[in-house]
């Protein structure tokens, strides 16, 4: 599936290297019946992307909205609430296996949050991370991937990006890093071009001599909008 080497992983948090579904919807579901919105509706909207864009979206609906402040109670709830969340099947011991200047976490969560989610799924949170706060536009944009390939010295094109959601494959694309789903999260699948792999189970990396990351995925099979491996 990619028989070529890579100069850094750069990972996705929330449905990636970890699953937070049933904590961040019980948060939101709280937020949307705070505001009178059609939970059921509202929901599959809040994935993938930050908190405040998530809101900034539902302003027209909601007269009055102040974005901010709406923004930190979601943040202060997630943090808070961390029941349930577990890493997906494999993700703690590949990521232990890898160089630590050679991968980090792009995520739209605040760096807070990151740490809490990570921490409570048993992960630890990489030094180089980029967070929410640290760029100006989130995913679909390119941004957090561009700056974490920028903060391990590499460039973005030669980067392995790992995703789950529209948007941060979106944002994968765009940077110009070759992109792999994990569809461990997803009821069904993913109508995406990419390799796409349940978990890390299947998944194995060599440090090559030059310090390059060879992934081998035997379990993956290019996907032409049929089935997942």
């Known amino acids: 599936m990619f028989d070529r080497d890579f100069a850094a992983f750069l990972f996705d948090m929330d449905g ?10 019980r948060v939101w579901t709280r937020w949307a019946q705070r505001h009178g919105l059609d939970v059921a509706r509202f929901l599959p909207t809040i994935h993938g992307v930050q908190a405040i864009d998530t809101i900034r979206r539902q302003a027209p609906n909601i007269p009055g909205l102040d974005i901010e402040a709406e923004a930190v109670w979601v943040t202060r709830a997630e943090i808070e609430d961390v029941g349930g969340i577990a890493p997906i099947p494999g993700a703690v011991a590949f ?6 200047e050679r991968w980090t976490i792009v995520t739209s969560a605040t760096r807070d949050l990151a740490e809490a989610r990570l921490r409570a799924a048993g992960l630890t949170p ?3 991370m980029v967070c929410a706060e640290d760029i100006t536009r989130g995913k679909p944009a390119p941004d957090g991937y561009l700056l974490a390939a920028e903060r391990l010295g590499v460039r973005p094109q030669d980067c392995l990006v790992f995703e789950d959601a529209p948007a ?17 999260t997803h009821s069904h699948p993913l109508e995406t071009p990419h390799v796409t792999v349940p978990d890390y189970l299947g998944l194995a990396t060599t440090v090559t001599a030059g310090g390059t990351l060879h992934l081998t995925c035997p379990t993956a099979r290019e996907r032409g909008g049929k089935g997942t491996a």
Do not use: F, N, Q, Y
């Open 168 to 184: 941060g494959i979106a944002a994968g694309e765009a940077s110009g890093g070759a992109v792999l789903v994990i569809g461990h």
């Open 95 to 100: 990521l232990e296996a890898l160089p630590a």
């Open 16 to 25: 990636t290297v970890l699953t937070s579904i049933a904590a961040a919807e």
């Open 126 to 128: 990489p030094a180089r």
